[in-house]
Every structure is written in C-alpha cells, then in structure tokens.
C-alpha cells in the first residue's frame, strides 16, 4: 500500500538556521503531498501542499517541492524561529475523499 | 479556511464507562469526516472513514463495538469510546471534507484520560 516515510527527528536548530526535513513516498497513482504542521496540544494544521509533479507548496516561509523523479517532497526553510518549534507531519493522499496517509513525524525544537 | 470543531477537548472519565466525542464542521458539510489516534510522540493513526448516512469504513485492528462512529448529518460526526479502560487513554483526532472542500481540516483534538 501507499506510504510516507519522513526523517526521523528530533531535529533541533538555532535561530536563523537553515532546515530541511526529508520526505520521500510510495504510492500506487498520482498522490497529492502535504505538509502538516502540530503545534503542542494541538491538532494539525496544513501547512503546503502539492497536487502534481514539479508543483511547489510554500506558506510561511517553508517550501516544498513534488519531485516525481525521486519520488520526494522535502520541506525546507531558509530561516526558522523559534516559533517553528513544532512537529511536522509529510502525507500524501491519493484522491479526493481518500484518507491522508501520515509519515511518523518529525520534532523541530529552535533555539534562541 | 474551513473550521472543524471538535467537543471536549479534553476529559477525564473513570474505567469502564463510555465517552462521547463531538466532532463538527463549522462552515462547510462534510461528507467524509476520518477519525485518527496519536499516541505520544508518534504518528496519527486511522482508526475508520465515515460517510454521512452510512456505516462507518473501520481499519484492520480497530474494534467497532469498542470506537462507535456516526455520522448522521452533513456537520456532525460522533465517536464514543465504550466501556473505556486506560489502554484507550489517547489524543483523538478527527478530519473532514466534503462538498466545495476538497482538503481535510482537521479538528483540534481531543485528549481522553481514562483512570
């Protein structure tokens, strides 16, 4: 079946650090990929998405791009803060009302 | 965006009595809700899909008499954990899509303490 596989965290960075947390998946078709974002006690928010290859999600600052050839969708920001300090979450859906499949998760802690 | 509600968001309750978790789409209907347990530190886990009207689509390993689902209208979907024991102790989880929304938004969770 279908899965995530993201880098095992937790990954903790100084302010204006540059992050990349690595996603790569499986699937059967043409998923879309999305990148969740958990703040603590929270629920999920998303954070990109992508629908097809060579599409690039960004919101926030945070980048990733749908890369069929290696199959990956690596989140990426060139300057975090504290305030990204957060679990993230790659996932990849392959139609409409399908459920989301997760990766396990990645920890990013920020530092002053 | 679409908000997904999800009521309480926290609660307590003694082993061996039942919890009824609300979860409510605020501004759209919801034709598919999901509902997902995450343990601590860990990833979320798909427990059953729900369509409105229709019985719930249980995973492989979740007990349907334990985690009962419905979901009888456009906007609310319910999950009530029977007979809990401290095993079923989690943050709940659910999602919804639906109609003009073709993402899933996710409710804020809801933390189950069973003692």
């Known amino acids: 079946g279908d899965s995530v596989t993201q880098m095992e965290g937790p990954v903790t960075l100084s302010e204006e650090a540059f992050l990349t947390i690595n996603c790569t998946y499986t699937a059967t078709g043409y998923p879309s990929l999305f990148w969740y974002v958990q703040y603590p006690g929270e629920g999920l928010q998303l954070l990109l998405k992508a629908t097809k290859a060579d599409d690039k999600g960004s919101n926030k600052g945070f980048e990733a791009t749908y890369r069929k050839e290696t199959t990956s969708f690596h989140l990426e920001k060139g300057s975090v803060q504290v305030s990204d300090s957060a679990v993230y979450f790659c996932?990849?859906?392959?139609?409409?009302?399908?459920?989301?499949?997760f990766g396990k998760g990645t920890r990013l802690s920020v530092i002053a | 965006g679409a908000v997904v509600s999800q009521h309480p968001s926290w609660v307590i309750c003694k082993s061996g009595t039942s919890v009824k978790i609300e979860c409510r789409s605020l501004?759209?209907?919801?034709?598919?809700m999901f509902w997902y347990r995450q343990f601590p530190k860990q990833s979320l886990m798909l427990m059953a899909t729900?369509?409105?009207?229709?019985?719930?689509?249980?995973e492989q390993g979740v007990e349907k008499d334990k985690f009962l689902i419905n979901h009888a209208s456009l906007t609310l979907s319910t999950l009530t954990v029977t007979s809990a024991h401290p095993e079923d102790s989690s943050f709940y989880i659910c999602?919804?899509?639906?109609?003009?929304?073709?993402?899933?938004?996710f409710g804020p969770g809801t933390r189950l303490t069973v003692t």
């Open positions: 501004d759209f209907q919801a034709t598919t």
């Open positions: 999602s919804a899509s639906g109609g003009m929304v073709s993402e899933q938004y």
């Open positions: 729900s369509n409105e009207g229709s019985k719930a689509t249980y």
């Open positions: 996932a990849s859906r392959n139609s409409g009302n399908t459920p989301l499949v």
